[in-house]
């Protein structure tokens, strides 16, 4: 959808929203219940209408929430978006900041993969109960007193 067919008839609902900016109606609905977006003005009927502006900042969302932004990020990102001092300093570092994170999870998840390949590796995969994976597993449990396991699950 144009944006000229948008301002045309003075905004979308939401389904046509949803198709012009790739951002489904539920995850519209669920940006505007936390706030994200400012909700929607109503036609007479009650039905949701959504500018052009709407649509843009839904597919900044979109491409936002692609990248792995948290909706706390988004909120941030869309506030210096919208303030005409903005500074790309503010941009990058939120968005440096972001990358650290997403290299210690990877870094993470990088650990998980061998440890758990390792384990993988030593078991028989037989019919026999014997298995390192488990053991593993016991064995970890088995380090915590009970009581801070219980801890941790509450």
């Not at 990248?67 to 440096?96: C, I, N, P, T, Y």
């Not at 037989?126 to 449990?141: G, K, T």
């Amino acid at each position: 959808m144009t944006s000229a067919a948008i301002t045309a008839r003075s905004g979308v609902n939401i389904g046509e929203a949803s198709a012009a900016s790739g951002v489904s109606a539920t995850m519209i609905r669920y940006y505007e219940s936390v706030g994200l977006i400012r909700p929607a003005g109503r036609s007479d009927a009650g039905y949701r209408r959504y500018g052009e502006a709407a649509v843009q900042t839904f597919r900044f969302l979109r491409r936002a929430r692609n990248l792995g932004f948290s909706v706390d990020q988004m909120r941030e990102l869309l506030a210096l978006w919208r303030d005409d001092k903005w500074e790309s300093a503010d941009v990058k570092r939120l968005a440096l900041a972001y990358v650290a994170a997403l290299d210690a999870k990877a870094r993470e998840v990088a650990e998980m993969s061998s440890a758990l390949r390792r384990l993988a590796e030593h078991c028989e995969g037989n019919h026999r109960p014997d298995c390192p994976i488990i053991d593993d597993l016991a064995d970890l449990m088995l380090e915590k007193p009970v009581s801070a396991t219980l801890r941790d699950v509450a």
